[in-house]
Each structure stands twice: as C-alpha cells, then as structure tokens.
C-alpha cells in the first residue's frame, strides 16, 4: 500500500532558527496536505497543494510540492515557541482529498 | 461555528468490554472520518462515510470493531471486545465533501482510551 515517511522524525531547535520537514510518498499524488498537532491537540489543517512544483506561503511557514508529485517539504523561517507540535504531511490519491495517508510526522520543539 | 464534537474524551476499560465513541460533525459536512491514531504515529484512517453510507472501510477491523451513522449526520464507532492493543486516540473529522473538490479535513479533539 501506500506510504508516507517523514524525516526528521524530531527536531529541537532553538527560537529563531529555521526548520524544515520533508515528506516523500511511495506513489504519486493528487495533492498534498499538510496539518499541524499541538501536544495534546488534534490536527488541524495548514494547507494544500495541488500543482507540480507549486509553493505556497503562510508568513513564516513556506510549503513546496515537488516536480513528480512525491514528494513535498514544509520550512518555517525564525521559529518561535507558538511553533511546537507535530506537523503531519498527508498524501492523497482520490482527486478529492478524502483518502488521505498521513506522514509519520515530525515533532518540533522550540526552547528559548 | 461549532467544531466536530466527540464524546467521551477519555475512556478506561477493561479488555474484553464494549466501548462506543460518539461523533457530531460540523453542520452541513457531507463526509465523516473515523481514524486511530497511535502515540508518535500519524492518524490511520478506520472508516469514511459519505453521508450514510460507509465508502471506505477496508481498514476496519470488522470482527471487533463496527460504524454507523444511520442518518447522514451523527456517528457511532464500537469496538466489542477491546483488546489491549486497542489503545489510542480515536480521532473523527468531517469534511464539506464536495464532488469534484479538494476538502480540507476538520478533526473533533478525539477519544482517548486505554484498555487495561
């Protein structure tokens, strides 16, 4: 089946530092989602992507979907605390988004 | 607007006992989700509804675990009986589920049960 890794599995930066999470699929994708889970929180949706190679940006956080539709990376410029979570990648091939595999996540924590 | 609302937040049984997670969607949201989610692990998806009708359970354990939403709205998950392993976080989401459309997902807070 299919299948979604994520790497780095953990990453502790310190406040101001950049962070980047890379995602890859076994197979190609429709699109891509991206979700953020606070500790002790559920996912909630940051993003999607559609388009071969396309980037999209929300303030510090910057997603890019790769050129064969596999693969995808989320980077955050000058972390700050209110950043700490889990940030799941979660592919889908249905064409609508409703059959999505997640990642297995990367978990980010910032210290000051 | 009310988010996706799951009842009880936390649940501890004994293996071998019956247990029922109960999930509101968002008004209006077409599509219901039923995933697990194992700690450090992503979700992993049980059961997608389309209004009433399941169209995705291929990863529903059947002979333990069982879903329905008889009327298109609310939602019911079983597991009988709960095995040790059974223990997680039960996560529903529901999305507008627009033909055609990329929908994004919104997720209730979860179920977390621990079977002793």
């Known amino acids: 089946g299919q299948q979604v890794m994520q790497i780095p599995q953990y990453q502790h930066v310190q406040e101001g530092e950049d962070f980047t999470t890379y995602c890859n699929s076994s197979?190609?994708?429709?699109?891509i989602q991206w979700y953020k889970q606070r500790p002790g929180g559920h996912p909630v949706f940051l993003i999607q992507?559609?388009?071969?190679?396309e980037v999209k940006k929300q303030k510090r956080l910057t997603f890019q979907f790769g050129e064969a539709k596999k693969n995808s990376s989320l980077h955050i410029t000058a972390t700050q605390t209110t950043d700490v979570g889990t940030y799941f990648c979660?592919?889908?091939?249905?064409?609508?988004?409703?059959?999505?595999?997640f990642g297995t996540g990367t978990r980010l924590q910032v210290t000051l | 607007e009310a988010g996706v609302v799951q009842s009880p937040r936390y649940k501890i049984i004994e293996k071998k006992q019956p247990v029922a997670f109960w999930c509101n969607p968002i008004s209006g949201h077409n599509t219901l989700y039923w995933y697990l989610q194992n700690l450090g692990q992503g979700p992993e998806l049980l059961i997608r509804y389309e209004n009433e009708e399941a169209v995705d359970d291929s990863q529903l354990p059947k002979d333990r675990f069982s879903a329905e939403r008889l009327k298109g709205v609310d939602s019911t998950l079983k597991i009988q009986p709960a095995e040790l392993g059974d223990s997680a976080v039960y996560l529903c989401a529901s999305s507008l589920g627009l033909a055609g459309a990329y929908n994004e997902q919104f997720f209730g807070p979860g179920t977390r049960l621990t079977v002793l």
């Open positions: 197979t190609t994708l429709s699109n």
């Open positions: 979660a592919g889908d091939r249905s064409g609508t988004a409703s059959k999505l595999t």
């Open positions: 992507l559609v388009k071969s190679g």
